[in-house]
């Protein structure tokens, strides 16, 4: 019947949707375009099949109700931590710039482009293209018309980076329950561009591990983390980045505060009281 014509191949879509197994299975992803080609899009759909923005529609912290807006007792935590929700853009080990298209309906995956053509990040010796899954927090954004108190710079007009450090491989447009760790404050040609220091609550290490213990359980990780933010950009002949702090990496508890800033300014941004430009 219809299992032996599926499993002799003779059923295909063009683009089967991607599930991802276990907590944040209700999400999955569909490609249309070639990769590594500019018309190349990961688009989002919830558990019902309906296309989402993993920018708007999934919600930045990981509870047990699908709302945007959980009620505090509702929120899943681990111990007595809140967890949150990243949406993974880059593989780890990975060298194409994948993001998040803020100024297209639906927001799908894209990858970046410079000068027209696909742009990927050169690989830092020793290291082999980014060194986390790197992605971004939905529901939150840097308001590029925002002054931060701390850096003196504005945003960069994105959602809040995370640089998941676990140890699996997550696939893009993975949605990953994680565990914030810390922060780092890189200031990006004049912008403000925080990076959360994040860990898969999936992974082994989740649970014992915090931003002191890094140092201790995956030694040389966080310098190396800071290396490479400083000298991604310098082989497209650009000058190395700055660090406020002096590249010093910030508690849980302050990385939370910035990421609920963030979350305030794209509500701000939701509700028109922030001028987004031409983000969708």
Same mark, same amino acid.
């Given at each position: 019947?219809?299992? /032996?014509?599926?499993?002799?191949?003779?059923?295909? /879509?063009?683009?089967?949707?991607?599930?991802?197994?276990?907590?944040?299975?209700?999400?999955?992803?569909?490609?249309?375009? /070639?990769?590594?080609?500019?018309?190349?899009?990961?688009?989002?759909?919830?558990?019902?099949?309906?296309?989402?923005?993993?920018?708007?529609?999934?919600?930045?912290?990981?509870?047990?109700?699908?709302?945007?807006?959980?009620?505090?007792?509702?929120?899943?935590? &681990?111990? =007595?931590?809140?967890?949150?929700?990243?949406?993974?853009?880059?593989?780890?080990? *990975?060298?194409?710039?994948?993001?998040? $298209? &803020?100024?297209?309906?639906?927001?799908?995956?894209?990858?970046?482009?410079?000068?027209?053509?696909?742009? !990927?990040? @050169? =690989?830092?010796?020793?290291?082999?293209? !980014?060194?986390?899954?790197?992605? @971004?927090?939905?529901?939150?954004?840097?308001?590029?018309?925002?002054?931060?108190?701390? &850096?003196?710079?504005?945003?960069? =007009?994105?959602?809040?980076?995370?640089?998941?450090?676990? +140890?699996?491989?997550?696939? +893009?447009?993975?949605?990953?329950?994680?565990?914030?760790?810390?922060?780092?404050?890189?200031?990006?040609?004049? %912008?403000?561009?925080?990076?959360?220091?994040?860990?898969?609550?999936? #992974?082994?290490? $989740?649970?014992?591990?915090?931003?002191? #213990?890094?140092?201790?359980?995956?030694?040389?990780?966080?310098?190396? *983390?800071?290396?490479?933010?400083?000298? !991604?950009?310098?082989?497209?002949?650009?000058?190395?980045?700055?660090?406020?702090?002096?590249?010093?990496?910030?508690?849980?508890?302050?990385?939370? %505060?910035?990421?609920?800033?963030?979350?305030? !300014?794209?509500?701000?941004?939701?509700?028109?009281?922030?001028?987004?430009? &031409?983000?969708?």
């Amino acid at each position: 019947g219809l299992l /032996r014509l599926l499993a002799a191949g003779g059923w295909q /879509r063009r683009s089967p949707p991607r599930r991802f197994l276990g907590a944040m299975s209700r999400y999955g992803t569909e490609q249309r375009g /070639r990769p590594n080609s500019p018309d190349y899009r990961l688009y989002f759909k919830n558990a019902d099949g309906k296309y989402i923005s993993p920018f708007h529609d999934i919600p930045l912290f990981a509870g047990f109700k699908e709302d945007n807006e959980i009620p505090a007792k509702k929120l899943k935590t &681990t111990g =007595n931590e809140v967890l949150f929700n990243m949406v993974v853009e880059v593989p780890r080990w *990975t060298n194409a710039k994948m993001e998040i $298209a &803020t100024e297209e309906p639906l927001n799908p995956i894209k990858q970046d482009l410079k000068k027209g053509k696909p742009r !990927y990040v @050169a =690989n830092l010796f020793p290291h082999k293209g !980014y060194i986390w899954n790197y992605g @971004a927090l939905p529901q939150t954004w840097e308001d590029p018309n925002h002054t931060d108190k701390i &850096t003196g710079c504005c945003g960069d =007009n994105d959602p809040i980076d995370v640089c998941e450090i676990g +140890s699996k491989v997550r696939s +893009s447009g993975e949605v990953v329950q994680v565990k914030v760790l810390g922060a780092l404050a890189l200031i990006d040609e004049g %912008e403000t561009d925080w990076k959360i220091i994040a860990i898969g609550v999936d #992974d082994p290490e $989740a649970q014992k591990i915090h931003i002191d #213990d890094v140092k201790k359980h995956k030694p040389g990780y966080l310098e190396a *983390t800071v290396d490479w933010f400083r000298l !991604y950009k310098v082989p497209d002949g650009k000058p190395e980045n700055h660090f406020a702090f002096n590249g010093e990496f910030k508690d849980k508890d302050f990385a939370v %505060e910035v990421i609920k800033s963030t979350h305030e !300014y794209w509500k701000a941004l939701l509700h028109k009281k922030a001028d987004g430009g &031409t983000i969708k």
